[in-house]
């Protein structure tokens, strides 16, 4: 009897710690794992252990810029990148429309980004959701005003994938882009593109339409770019 107690709570410890191990290391969302530590536990006369789905979007909104490594460039790419917000949105959460005072200011940005940073050579902005086509709104007068298409193929959870294409694609190389996108992913998009911790807002305020942040290039190296943090002045 002895040895069998001392049996109990040795399986006892070992499915604790397989528990504790599992929520550490990120596999308690896992019906597999959960599964087999729950087995062990009946097989005790022991409460079932009841999971909590983890759900999987909601950490990729929580990640950190801190978690994204800047992509290698060995042999270069574009010279110039703005990096922006699209620019007032409603109060009316089903509204995917820029706000009067959005539209006020995407028309400004039209003069303004070539003014300021040079006429862009290609425009990005994220693709029209359910919720929101704000960021093709915002380019939209600049791409009339300097005559160019936007492209929004790139959804807004994709972005690690446009940055990559952005250099590894020829078509970027020695290009001042334009990047229009939503708030959330701005600051990871920045680490991505190589901008130091400091240089960008982390996270990007939610009530901020005004902030473009330059990046410059060496088009011909890997070197990181030097970033300016601008507010526009309307």
Known sequence: MKTLRAYRHSLIKICLLAG???VAFGLGAG???AD???I???ALSLPRIETVQTCAICIRTREAASD???VEHFMGGPKRIILMRHADKTDDSEDEDLSDAGEARAQRLATYIPETFGKPDIIIATAHSKHSDRPKETVQPLADAVGLRIEHDYEDK???DLVEDIFNDPDYKNKTVVICWHHGNLPAMAAMLGAPTGSYPDPWPADAYNIILDLQYDPFSSSPPKVSRVIEPF
Do not use: C, M, R, S
Request: charged share 10%; proline share 11%; glycine share 12%.
């Open 31 to 33: 019906t597999e794992a």
């Open 158 to 160: 994709d972005f690690p």
């Open 40 to 42: 062990g536990l009946l």
């Open 20 to 22: 504790f191990a599992a």
């Open 36 to 38: 087999g530590i729950n």
């Open 68 to 70: 994204y490594a800047p």
